[in-house]
């Protein structure tokens, strides 16, 4: 069974124009909401099989303190928030065989929740992480201090608003004929290729992004684009923005200082690529939209 793509499941009811100061008191006070806990950037979560990433609120009491804290929203009338605490929280838990202290990606390639947390764990680690990188006014240098919510910082001196950001990053399959393009990072596990991808720039459209990507990346001109799906990733907080393209030249002429590789494959590769049986090749995670973006263009 092919699994969903990773974070992008995500049932919350997000209640987004009741975000007032008594949404956030009133969820803190409730028995009954749930605690998405975050130490830095690991999740706490409660082992099991699978485990889950929402704990009883009671589980705040084993804190000395903890820093910002976002009303993510409701599942099933129960209310969830997120709660930010240091790194050093982590220790409180990690030697506990009732809880999982991990990271993210972790979480995801190991399945430890059900694949709906995943989508709320990604909300709540891109929130907590804005606000923690957040704390003083872009414009005047100020402290701010968080509103709505979570969802909003304000700034006393100036009375500018900042708001969460999300940043757009364009991953693109690219096909010729029965051939398709992927690229190497030194970064990458071993064996690994995957889609191309760059970010978005202020005053360009997806299309043009995934055009100018392609040829700076690779040296491969791009023709027709088709949107097929966007997936949130939570690292900090990006949406990939998955587009399948169609090359219109051939020849590869890739940019060394950002792959150490880039080629084509036929289907008969990408296949054992995906199956895990090819010698020198392997395909992206099933949790990145890369996986799903080759896994699509396979069916054609
Ligand atoms: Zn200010």
Redesign the pocket.
């Known amino acids: 069974m092919t699994r969903p793509i990773g974070y992008i499941t995500n049932p919350l009811v997000r209640h987004s124009a009741e975000r007032d100061p008594e949404a956030l008191a009133n969820a803190a006070k409730d028995p009954m909401s749930a605690l998405v806990l975050l130490a830095g950037d690991h999740p706490i979560l409660q082992a099991g099989e699978p485990g889950t990433g929402l704990l009883p609120i009671s589980a705040l009491g084993r804190l000395p303190s903890h820093k910002e804290q976002v009303f993510l929203g409701t599942l099933q009338d129960r209310p969830v928030i997120a709660t930010l605490a240091s790194p050093e929280t982590a220790e409180l838990f990690q030697d506990d065989p009732a809880y999982t202290v991990t990271d993210l990606r972790s979480i995801a390639v190991r399945g430890l929740v059900p694949a709906e947390e995943l989508g709320i764990l990604a909300m709540a680690k891109s929130m907590l992480d804005w606000h923690n990188r957040h704390r003083f006014?872009?414009?005047?240098?100020?402290p701010?201090e968080a509103a709505q919510a979570g969802f909003r910082r304000d700034?006393?001196?100036?009375?500018?608003q900042h708001f969460p950001r999300t940043d757009p990053v364009v991953i693109m399959l690219v096909t010729r004929g029965d051939k398709c393009l992927m690229g190497r990072q030194p970064r990458f596990p071993e064996k690994m290729y995957s889609c191309l991808a760059g970010f978005l720039e202020p005053g360009e459209t997806i299309e043009d992004a995934v055009r100018r990507e392609t040829f700076e990346e690779a040296g491969v001109r791009v023709g027709g684009i088709r949107y097929m799906a966007s997936q949130p990733w939570p690292f900090p907080s990006n949406i990939m923005i998955g587009c399948h393209a169609e090359a219109i030249s051939e020849e590869i002429n890739f940019d060394r200082e950002e792959l150490e590789d880039a080629r084509w494959f036929t289907k008969d590769e990408v296949r054992q690529m995906l199956e895990g049986t090819h010698e020198h090749f392997a395909a992206p995670s099933p949790i990145a939209i890369a996986n799903h973006l080759i896994r699509e263009w396979m069916k054609g």
């Open positions: 006014c872009a414009n005047c240098g100020a701010t700034c006393a001196a100036c009375g500018a």
